[in-house]
């Protein structure tokens, strides 16, 4: 048995007895080092045509020190699972910044570098940690047209978008990921182009991970961009059989709430949920104290409501120590039998009677 695969069977048994806990902002930590220009382009890139700040999954190559050490924080926080440093590692983000044939790299480079903190923290504490490859909804959407004046047009195809996943996922499993997190869904048929070409790759490499998958509702209608609600969100992508499904970014818990509500209801496997620190202010700013947001995933908790918590935008390593307090001890969530039945979706569910 590979260390991978026993990694997994510790995943699978941990997750049976606890409410696991994943990281929290990783944007949020880098903006406190107050990086520069020269700090994204190192020696590298220095001559490299476009502006490179901001582009976040590229400090993976020229400050992996920042980056690691960001990993350790979550983890010294209670972490069990962190995400690598990958959100827009495909090519078609990294296109924005004529980086797009660093795609594999990143993925690599990134999933190498969050299983050297895991491991280091694990040995140190006896526990077993674990690495989730990160991959982002990418810059487009394939539901959507960009140009109001163009409903038909579309900047992004299914197959440039399922290659783009595909690729991604090649580089986080080959750089040592536990588990491949789909996230950040704002279109499902962006993700479910990604889906199928990392069903793909499983194929091609005779290997399966298990995938995480997590959307977001970007409004109080309680539906993704492309319109759908979140029972028809999970009948769009449960043919995969994830590990894991769940809602991140976009709202703070308090709002996220009957969302994650109602996929616990009707989802047949592991739940997460990991909110925003609140909403943010007029200054783009998070101001939920980790006491606040560790509040709201306590009573998530003890509701029976998640299986994996953690948190995004806004949140901290002290937000995630508060969140693991939170649920500490507490039963996860049980798993419902779901009756078989043709269950379909467009923007709502259908389910046929019988």
Same mark, same amino acid.
């Given at each position: 048995?590979?260390?991978?695969?026993?990694?997994?069977?510790?995943?699978?048994?941990?997750? +049976?007895?606890?409410?696991?806990?994943?990281?929290?902002?990783?944007?949020?930590?880098?903006?406190?080092?107050?990086?520069?220009?020269?700090?994204?382009?190192?020696?590298?890139?220095?001559?490299?045509?476009?502006?490179?700040?901001?582009?976040?999954?590229?400090?993976?190559?020229?400050?992996?020190?920042?980056?690691?050490?960001?990993?350790?924080?979550?983890?010294?926080?209670?972490?069990?699972?962190?995400?690598?440093?990958?959100?827009?590692?495909?090519?078609?983000?990294?296109?924005?910044?004529?980086?797009?044939?660093? +795609?594999?790299?990143?993925?690599?480079?990134?999933?190498?570098?969050?299983?050297?903190?895991?491991?280091?923290?694990?040995?140190?504490?006896?526990?077993?940690?674990?690495?989730?490859?990160?991959?982002?909804?990418?810059?487009?959407?394939?539901?959507?047209?960009?140009?109001?004046?163009?409903?038909?047009?579309?900047?992004?195809?299914?197959?440039?978008?399922?290659?783009?996943?595909?690729?991604?996922?090649?580089?986080?499993?080959?750089?040592?990921?536990?588990?491949?997190?789909?996230?950040?869904?704002?279109?499902?048929?962006?993700?479910?182009?990604?889906?199928?070409?990392?069903?793909?790759?499983?194929?091609?490499?005779?290997?399966?991970?298990?995938?995480?998958?997590?959307?977001?509702?970007?409004?109080?209608?309680?539906?993704?961009?492309?319109?759908?609600?979140?029972?028809?969100?999970?009948?769009?992508?449960?043919?995969?059989?994830?590990?894991?499904?769940?809602?991140?970014?976009?709202?703070?818990?308090?709002?996220?709430?009957?969302?994650?509500?109602?996929?616990?209801?009707?989802?047949?496997?592991?739940?997460?949920?990991?909110?925003?620190?609140?909403?943010?202010?007029?200054?783009?700013q998070y101001d939920e104290a980790p006491e606040q947001t560790g509040g709201h995933l306590h009573n998530w908790g003890k509701d029976g409501l998640v299986n994996i918590v953690g948190g995004c935008c806004g949140t901290t390593p002290s937000h995630i120590r508060c969140i693991a307090e939170g649920v500490k001890g507490m039963t996860p969530r049980h798993i419902p039998e779901i009756g078989k039945k043709l269950r379909l979706s467009g923007l709502e569910p259908f389910e046929a009677q019988s």
């Amino acid at each position: 048995m590979s260390s991978r695969q026993i990694r997994l069977e510790q995943l699978k048994a941990l997750a +049976a007895r606890r409410v696991l806990i994943l990281d929290g902002a990783m944007g949020t930590m880098i903006q406190t080092h107050k990086l520069t220009e020269q700090d994204f382009r190192g020696e590298r890139f220095k001559d490299h045509p476009v502006d490179l700040q901001g582009n976040n999954d590229l400090l993976t190559l020229t400050r992996p020190d920042v980056i690691k050490a960001i990993h350790r924080e979550y983890l010294e926080a209670g972490a069990d699972i962190i995400e690598t440093n990958t959100f827009n590692s495909t090519s078609i983000s990294q296109a924005e910044y004529k980086l797009e044939q660093l +795609a594999y790299e990143l993925n690599f480079e990134g999933a190498k570098l969050a299983r050297a903190a895991a491991d280091e923290v694990a040995a140190e504490t006896d526990e077993p940690r674990f690495v989730a490859g990160a991959i982002g909804p990418t810059s487009r959407t394939a539901s959507l047209s960009p140009d109001v004046n163009n409903p038909g047009f579309r900047n992004v195809t299914f197959d440039e978008l399922r290659e783009a996943y595909k690729e991604a996922a090649r580089g986080l499993i080959d750089g040592g990921a536990d588990t491949l997190m789909v996230e950040t869904i704002f279109d499902t048929l962006n993700a479910k182009a990604g889906l199928f070409g990392i069903l793909e790759l499983f194929e091609e490499i005779g290997e399966k991970l298990p995938i995480q998958i997590s959307g977001t509702i970007t409004d109080l209608s309680g539906r993704t961009l492309s319109g759908q609600t979140t029972e028809a969100f999970w009948n769009s992508v449960k043919h995969v059989k994830p590990f894991s499904i769940g809602l991140n970014c976009a709202f703070g818990a308090e709002q996220m709430r009957p969302y994650v509500a109602e996929l616990s209801r009707v989802a047949d496997t592991y739940v997460s949920a990991y909110p925003n620190a609140g909403l943010p202010n007029e200054f783009g700013q998070y101001d939920e104290a980790p006491e606040q947001t560790g509040g709201h995933l306590h009573n998530w908790g003890k509701d029976g409501l998640v299986n994996i918590v953690g948190g995004c935008c806004g949140t901290t390593p002290s937000h995630i120590r508060c969140i693991a307090e939170g649920v500490k001890g507490m039963t996860p969530r049980h798993i419902p039998e779901i009756g078989k039945k043709l269950r379909l979706s467009g923007l709502e569910p259908f389910e046929a009677q019988s």
